[in-house]
């Protein structure tokens, strides 16, 4: 399971810096819409304006809120086939690359799955990790913090 607060965007965002290409950051509720046929509509719009840049990676964060509904496990007919014609259609884009973010990846459909080339687990920080963030994050401050209370910030803040 890919826990909540692990760095996913983190690495998206990351990934579009080093490559030089437009980001563009989707969460569910902004291609999800309650009139027939909009959601489409915002897929493909979405997927054309990547395809206009020069380089572009699509960020759909949370992509298990799109394609599935958390009462029943099924993911949306119109919606998913729209987005999987639209992977397809990234044949001929090669500059466009498609990365998702999910906190549950066994609830998300397996067509929909196949179309992602690479899947990464991104655990939870250990202790270790968690101290150098809180090291880095408080770099910038006046921090007066102990090496000891830094340990036992980075116990406090496990999950």
């Given amino acids: 399971m890919q826990e909540p607060g692990t760095g996913k965007t983190v690495l998206a965002k990351a990934l579009a810096t080093e490559v030089d290409a437009s980001l563009f950051e989707v969460d569910p509720t902004q291609i999800k819409c309650k009139w027939y046929g909009s959601s489409e509509i915002r897929l493909r719009l979405l997927f054309e304006a990547a395809k206009s840049k020069t380089r572009s990676i699509i960020f759909l964060d949370e992509i298990d ?3 599935t509904s958390r009462e029943n496990g099924k993911a949306s007919g119109e919606v998913l086939s729209q987005f999987l014609l639209e992977m397809n259609n990234l044949k001929n884009s090669p500059h466009v690359f498609v990365v998702a973010a999910t906190n549950l990846p066994g609830a998300l459909d397996a067509a929909l799955c196949r179309r992602f080339q690479l899947k990464l687990n991104v655990p939870l920080p250990d202790l270790e990790t968690r ?7 408080l770099k910038k401050t006046k921090n007066t913090l102990s090496e000891k209370d830094l340990e036992i910030l980075g116990l406090e803040t496990e999950g």
């Fill in 131 to 137: 101290i150098k963030i809180l090291e880095l994050k």
């Fill in 65 to 67: 809120g799109l394609f």
